[in-house]
């Protein structure tokens, strides 16, 4: 009994002391908050400046504006040369935006389809350029701007030899030469 006496009270020593080296955990108390001031400058405020519109499609006075907001061509019946009213409001047009922008030079070609003679072709692609140049000139356009060729059946636009390829073939076509904004 004696050496169980001695033995709980050397275990008894042991758990004291281990409990006096131990180091208690600190109790943190909560801090006060801490108020952070920047110093650094506030920014300028943003003024948005006024962008100009964003133009959709071509800019105005390029040859590209030209073919997609007036047009190029015009269409004549077989062996024809007259200007029916559809190719009069492409005229008009035409006429309006050359009046826009005066530097422009063009050439008015007259193309025909591949039936006929190629000097009966050329003399008709002659008559086709040269109404389609006095209709612009009788709408104000300056006629030392407007040169006129034929082209006769030389310069086809649609390949064929049915009457869709022909009929797309029989034209006036204006073709910007030079003064265009690009």
Do not use: H
């Not at 519109?53 to 047009?71: H, I, K, M, T, Y």
């Not at 269409?75 to 047009?93: C, G, M, S, T, W």
């Amino acid at each position: 009994m004696q050496s169980y006496l001695k033995i709980s009270a050397a275990a008894a020593v042991l758990i004291t002391l281990g409990a006096c080296a131990s180091k208690p955990v600190p109790v943190e108390e909560p801090a006060a908050p801490v108020e952070v001031v920047d110093t650094t400058p506030a920014p300028a405020p943003v003024v948005e400046e006024p962008t100009a519109p964003v133009v959709q499609g071509p800019a105005p006075g390029s040859l590209e504006d030209f073919r997609v907001n007036v047009g190029e061509r015009v269409y004549f019946d077989l062996n024809e040369y007259r200007i029916d009213p559809q190719d009069q409001a492409v005229l008009k047009l035409q006429a309006a935006w050359l009046s826009s922008y005066p530097a422009v030079r063009i050439l008015v070609a007259g193309n025909c389809d591949e039936r006929g003679t190629r000097e009966y072709n050329l003399a008709l692609g002659e008559r086709r350029a040269s109404v389609v140049k006095d209709y612009l000139v009788s709408l104000g356009v300056d006629p030392s701007r407007v040169d006129t060729i034929s082209y006769g059946k030389e310069r086809p636009i649609a390949a064929g030899s049915d009457e869709a390829s022909w009929a797309m073939n029989r034209n006036g076509f204006t073709q910007i030469v030079s003064g265009t904004n690009s």
